[in-house]
Antibody, heavy 118, light 110 residues
Framework: EVQLVESGGGLVQPGGSLRVSCAAS????????MNWVRQAPGKGLEWVAN????????YYVDSVKGRFTVSRDNAKNSLYLQMNSLRGEDTAVYYC???????????WGQGTRVTVSS | QSALTQPASVSGSPGQSITISCTGT?????????VSWYQQHPGKAPKLMIY???NRPSGVSNRFSGSKSGNTASLTISGLQAEDEADYYC??????????FGGGTKLTVL
């Protein structure tokens, strides 16, 4: 059974840093692009970043470029999102999602909540 | 780049059909056959319903179908059921390995 389990969310002050993680199981993690998608309270979905199977390519939404870094450890079946210089507008539930199709994330985690507030 | 445009809400009665539109530009929806649709119930993670414009993942009901014409993609749900009540989001490839979601549509089953 495919499972994605996020962790590491919490309350952080503006300007602070946080790293969220996603533990994958039930599939060959190293064979899939992976994505981070977030959802601010009461708002819609926003694609944040993705990373190629071997970690050699990474892409970001403009609003997080230079502040967030996506990475993965295929030996540990884990995906990470390092978030620096956090702002209030980064407050959201962060989901990791497997890119199982050319367009389409077929499996999602339950999300981890990040709150940026003083 | 602004989010893809979806109606804020749609509604229908059980058994009826509804269509949700997703309008973009020739740089996203109109430029690639890489549109997907997600269903999200309150407090839950999104669920993939359609990928690559019109393909259904295994396990998704054939009451759900997708299409595209020009810069507008559409999700049609036929034979509406109470459990279809949820938020629906479209997503499109926008080039350079990046993606964008629509603003979301709240479906109410009357």
């Amino acid at each position: 059974e495919v499972q994605l389990v996020e962790s590491g969310g919490g309350l952080v002050q503006p300007g602070g840093s946080l790293r969220v993680s996603c533990a994958a199981s039930g599939f060959t993690f190293s064979s899939y692009w992976m994505n981070w998608v977030r959802q601010a309270p009461g708002k819609g979905l926003e694609w944040v970043a993705n990373i190629k199977e071997d970690g050699s390519q990474k892409y970001y939404v403009d609003s997080v470029k230079g502040r967030f870094t996506v990475s993965r450890d295929n030996a540990k079946n884990s995906l990470y999102l390092q978030m620096n210089s956090l702002r209030g507008e980064d407050t959201a539930v962060y989901y990791c999602a497997r890119a199982g199709f050319t367009s389409g994330c077929d499996f999602w985690g339950q999300g981890t909540r990040v709150t940026v507030s003083s | 780049q602004s989010a893809l445009t979806q109606p804020a809400s749609v509604s229908g009665s059980p058994g009826q059909s509804i269509t949700i539109s997703c309008t973009g530009t020739s740089s996203d929806v109109g430029g690639y056959n890489y549109v997907s649709w997600y269903q999200q119930h309150p407090g839950k993670a999104p669920k993939l319903m359609i990928y690559d414009v019109s393909n259904r993942p295994s396990g998704v009901s054939n009451r759900f179908s997708g299409s595209k014409s020009g810069n507008t993609a559409s999700l049609t749900i036929s034979g509406l059921q109470a459990e279809d009540e949820a938020d629906y989001y479209c997503s499109s490839y926008i080039g350079f390995n990046t993606w964008m979601f629509g603003g979301g549509t709240k479906l109410t089953v009357l």
